[in-house]
């Protein structure tokens, strides 16, 4: 295949595309881990500064009231508490941010003394926040707690220690709320911001000295694709040729019936996955006939009871040879049903109504119509009008009553452009039709998404042709 075909094309742009989504997405993803990697970092950071200074603040206010924790008792508490009015408050704003309560309990979890910011603008939520939550100090157990919590929407970073006494045991545990400032919020989140613009330049740079390279590779997996989709369908196309030449001149009965069933199946709303088993059906349906003796095969007259009997196997037949191919595979549901009627009268397996796979009940259609509209060695080809009334017999015996009507709306404009159609002509429309529905086995492939051969078709009832 040249470069410049409409598949080639079409591979092409699909492989633009899903590189351009990988990277995106990649790059999305790499963002979304180192910014909320640099997140925790910059509040770690910042978490750390604020322990630092506070601790040591702490560490001078416990010797100040050494004192009063040899004997926190309530006289002693109220020592306490005057110590810690007596702090003096800031003057001017830190830019990190301020301590707007300190509670300070004995190790009952009795009251001392506690301090708020009156000024504070959230100091109900405080309140509330403190009432409701302290950290878990035991006797012998952890002594300095951390943790960042949100109270109005805002992060504030909540510290406990022990207060030892003057003979290193705990008599008492502080705990401070500190508010971050909106100097330090803006500091982080343009830590942030900074990091993951540095990120997608990186990304950015190594997709632009990458991409070249990924694009020829890709290009060469994906030319080796479509020639394989292409030998595939030309294997499909010559095997289906030495069929129709075993009890015919011309392969025109193939590709006929072939573009009537995916017109159909294109007016019922069928996708890509569903239409290229009918595909690879409608062009081997009588594969089977290989299998089959000349002197039944080619008789010109009736058959005996006997040799129809025989001649019936070629549904067999045609079963175990697509059944060795696994891109053929698909195909089974067609080849098997295309001899079945809706009231079960068919053959081989006696089959009726939605039992019958749907790809064998459209091609049922597309099969009489073209033996009624066909020049045969027994017969002239009938009208339209004609065959469309023999067809109308066959209303719920023979087809599917859904599908008929859905024929019928685009049988005038099938009979008009292919049923005349020159042999050229029909393996044009069937090439366009290759292009059209096997392309997206290619790009699915690709994406990862979709085996390139397909499993069998579910057993489902037909859609209408409004659905």
Same mark, same amino acid.
């Given at each position: ?7 080639? =094309? ?51 206010? *416990? ?9 926190? %008792? ?53 309140? *509330? ?27 504030? !970073? ?27 919020? #803006? ?22 000295? !990458?991409? +070249?390279?990924?694009?020829?590779? /890709? =290009? ?45 199946? &294109?007016?019922? $709303? ?57 891109? /053929?595979?698909? @195909? ?10 809706? #009231? ?57 009553? %859904?599908?008929?009507? @859905? ?17 050229? $002509? /029909?393996?044009?429309?069937?090439? &366009? ?16 998404? &979709?085996?390139?051969? +397909? ?13």
């Amino acid at each position: 295949m040249t470069d410049h075909t409409p598949a080639h =094309k079409s591979f092409t742009a699909s492989l633009h595309r899903l590189l351009l989504r990988r990277v995106l997405r990649m790059t999305a993803l790499i963002c979304l881990l180192l910014g909320g990697a640099v997140c925790v970092n910059e509040f770690r950071r910042y978490d750390d500064s604020v322990l630092q200074v506070t601790m040591q603040a702490a560490e001078d206010f *416990r010797r100040n009231i050494l004192s009063h924790l040899d004997r926190p %008792d309530q006289a002693e508490g109220r020592g306490i508490q005057a110590a810690l009015d007596a702090l003096p408050r800031r003057q001017h704003p830190d830019p990190q941010g301020r301590t707007i309560y300190i509670r300070i309990t004995d190790t009952s979890q009795r009251l001392l003394a506690q301090r708020f910011v009156p000024d504070y603008a959230h100091q109900a939520e405080v309140e *509330r926040f403190m009432d409701a939550h302290t950290f878990p100090f035991t006797p012998g157990g952890q002594d300095q707690f951390r943790e960042i919590v949100r109270i109005a929407g805002k992060p504030h !970073l909540h510290l406990g220690m022990a207060f030892t006494n003057s003979k290193g045991q705990n008599a008492a545990y502080a705990e401070s709320l500190f508010a971050v400032s909106d100097e330090a919020l #803006d500091g982080i989140t343009k830590g942030i911001l900074h990091t993951v613009a540095m990120v997608v330049l990186v990304v950015l740079a190594a997709t632009l000295l !990458l991409y +070249p390279v990924i694009i020829r590779l /890709l =290009k060469r997996v994906t030319d080796l694709s479509v020639h394989l989709q292409e030998a595939n369908l030309e294997t499909l196309s010559v095997l289906g040729s030495a069929i129709a030449k075993r009890d015919s001149d011309t392969d025109q009965h193939n590709y006929r019936v072939t573009i009537y069933s995916v017109r159909l199946a &294109e007016a019922l $709303g069928l996708d890509d996955a569903a239409i290229r088993p009918l595909v690879k059906g409608a062009m081997l349906h009588d594969v089977g006939k290989i299998g089959i003796r000349d002197a039944i095969l080619l008789k010109p007259g009736p058959l005996t009871e006997a040799e129809f009997t025989e001649m019936q196997q070629h549904v067999q037949h045609g079963r175990d040879i697509v059944a060795q191919a696994s891109w /053929l595979s698909d @195909a089974v549901d067609v080849i098997s049903g295309h001899h079945e009627r809706y #009231d079960g009268q068919g053959y081989d397996r006696g089959g009726g109504g939605v039992e019958i796979p749907l790809g064998a009940r459209l091609f049922a259609i597309a099969d009489v119509f073209d033996a009624l509209t066909s020049r045969r060695p027994y017969k002239e080809p009938f009208s339209f009008e004609e065959a469309m009334r023999q067809m109308e017999e066959g209303r719920g015996t023979h087809f599917d009553p %859904d599908l008929l009507d @859905a024929f019928a709306g685009i049988a005038r404009t099938l009979y008009d452009t292919t049923a005349a159609c020159d042999e050229a $002509g /029909l393996k044009t429309c069937l090439r &366009e039709i290759c292009q059209a529905h096997f392309t997206a086995d290619i790009e699915a492939m690709l994406e990862g998404v &979709e085996k390139l051969v +397909p499993g069998k078709w579910d057993r489902q009832a037909a859609p209408t042709a409004s659905s």
